[in-house]
């Protein structure tokens, strides 16, 4: 697996190699700060989707602090997400529900749906009014 970067930004995922395995369930842990609205937008997300995760206030736990440092390039970026020993910087709720797919699948709901790449085109393009072409 090359990068968990949706985006396409390199920058913002650290790459993960297929050798990675937890050897016991591995937890979700959201490294986050007050008043971030990207973190308050994962955290609200995970809550309503019913994924178990550990949060960590990177302003009242150092050590929590030094981890986001050490994945995050020497800065404090937050929302930052461990799954297992997987870190990602920055990343929705799709990237780390794909990620737990993975490494740490109790975590995931069952009902879960990764969304549909094109479906957002589809819409636009309808509500404008234009012909969609199958691809």
Same mark, same amino acid.
């Given at each position: 697996?090359?990068?968990?970067? *949706?985006?396409? !930004?390199?920058?913002?995922?650290? !790459?993960?190699?297929?050798? =990675? ?25 995970? =809550?309503?989707?019913? @994924? ?8 009242? !736990?150092?050590?929590?602090?030094? =981890? @986001?440092? *050490? /994945? ?8 930052? /997400?461990?799954?297992? !020993? ?9 990237? /780390? ?10 975590? /995931? ?17 309808? =509500? ?8």
């Amino acid at each position: 697996m090359a990068s968990l970067a *949706a985006s396409g !930004d390199s920058r913002r995922h650290r !790459d993960v190699s297929n050798s =990675r395995s937890c050897p016991r369930p591995c937890e979700i842990v959201v490294y986050w700060r007050p008043g971030c609205m990207f973190c308050s937008s994962l955290l609200r997300q995970l =809550r309503r989707r019913g @994924v178990p995760h550990r949060r960590v206030n990177i302003w009242d !736990d150092a050590i929590g602090a030094a =981890r @986001v440092r *050490a /994945v995050a390039h020497g800065n404090e970026t937050v929302p930052t /997400v461990d799954v297992g !020993d997987v870190p990602l910087v920055n990343p929705d709720v799709h990237t /780390v529900l794909a990620t737990a797919a993975r490494y740490a699948p109790d975590a /995931v709901p069952a009902d879960y749906e990764p969304p549909q790449p094109g479906r957002l085109r589809k819409w636009l393009l309808g =509500r404008l009014g234009a012909r969609v072409v199958a691809q």
